[in-house]
């Protein structure tokens, strides 16, 4: 028999318990509570929350089973915890963090931004790194298998990119954080950023900033922000030699156009929809329980890497780091370093 491990969740809000309230089981899991409590060889022990009504909901929804501490320090205290997810406000994650790396989890999986700042990404990453645990952070495209399919017939062709066009709103570390970790994911070999001259916005407490990555070998992308938008924006259209690969509403839609030549006028070029790509044109955007799955993988010594971790999400914070420097600098164009694997 497999061993099973255990698992807390710090803070009930959206990401840790209630998007999955009055959804359908149809959908994949969208909180880590419901992720962990569908995984067969993780056993959701305890959370922790310091609102009793969020308490009430998660035990009314699946039992007083699940132990519940309103603080981390009181967690550890009673119980050992293999994976502790942080699913707190980002303000917050950082003390967190640092508090749970006191008690030696083997993972600790983090919300984006798994930091407020690029120093204090910096400084999590080293004290992990000392301690021999793994910061993951859900950045859940990474995972999502659909993702990751699209993604893998775009480098089955071999074919490299030309050009990338990014739409977003909702802030720089919500909704562009997942754009960065996606492209550096596909296309690691960046070698600068700048932020594009326009009037900057704001999202709560994120900024909203129009900028641009550069690639060795002469591919931009724009990554632009959209102001005025009554609907969440989150479009990627990525241009290759041969066709446009479309990820919209999220990654909700994928779409795949190649070229062929006299498709609507004799004697020209276009793209059209591709037939002969197996990519569903519409599926659900998980990746919480292939994250878990990834993690059983580490955890059983089966793989020494967990794919989104903190080496990770420090390159993340760098760039957006550089964005946000960028634009209070002329939008002057910055070099993003050497390889960040050392950082």
């Given amino acids: 028999m ?18 999955d309230i009055g959804g359908t089981l149809n959908l994949p899991p969208r909180s880590h509570v419901r992720a962990y409590l569908e995984n067969e060889r993780i056993a959701l022990v305890a959370v922790v929350e310091k609102e009793p ?40 994650h950082y003390g967190i963090i640092k508090e749970c790396l006191r008690f ?12 407020s700042t690029y120093e204090e990404a910096i400084e999590i990453h080293g004290r992990a790194k000392e301690k021999g645990i793994v910061v993951a952070v859900n950045y859940n495209r990474r995972w999502d298998r659909g993702h990751c399919r699209f993604l893998g017939q775009l480098a089955s062709r071999g ?19 997942h754009m960065v970790d996606l492209l550096i994911s596909q296309f690691p070999d960046l070698v600068g950023v700048q932020a594009l001259p326009e009037e900057k916005g704001r999202s709560g407490s994120d900024e909203n900033i129009s900028f641009s ?17 009554l609907y969440d924006l989150f479009e990627i259209e990525i241009l290759t030699e041969d066709g446009i690969y479309e990820l919209r509403n999220g990654g909700v839609y994928k779409r795949v156009y190649l070229a062929q ?54 390159k993340v914070h760098r760039i957006l780091h550089k964005v946000r420097r960028s634009a209070r600098e002329s939008y002057c164009y910055l070099e993003t370093g050497g390889d960040l694997e050392d950082e």
């Fill in 159 to 177: 074919n490299k990119p030309i050009y990338v066009r990014c739409l977003y709103n909702k802030g720089l570390y919500n909704y562009a954080s």
């Fill in 213 to 229: 990555i550069f690639f060795k070998g002469g591919c931009r992308a724009d990554i632009v922000n959209v102001r005025g938008a």
């Fill in 2 to 19: 497999k061993k099973k491990y255990s698992a807390a969740v710090v803070g009930l809000g959206r990401a840790g318990f209630s998007y």
């Fill in 261 to 314: 030549r006299n498709a609507h006028y004799p004697g020209y070029t276009h793209v059209v929809p591709a037939n002969d790509i197996e990519v569903p044109q519409e599926e659900p955007v998980g990746g919480l329980s292939e994250a878990l799955e990834s993690f059983l993988i580490y955890l059983d010594g089966r793989s020494s890497r967990i794919k989104s971790d903190s080496v990770n999400a420090v």
């Fill in 104 to 115: 030696q989890p083997r993972i600790i999986f983090c919300e984006k931004p798994f930091t």
């Fill in 53 to 92: 009504q969020r308490i009430l909901e998660v035990h009314r929804k699946y039992g007083r089973e699940i132990r519940a501490f309103s603080s981390v320090d009181a967690l550890f205290r009673k119980r050992n915890i293999d994976i502790v997810s942080i699913c707190t406000p980002p303000e917050t």
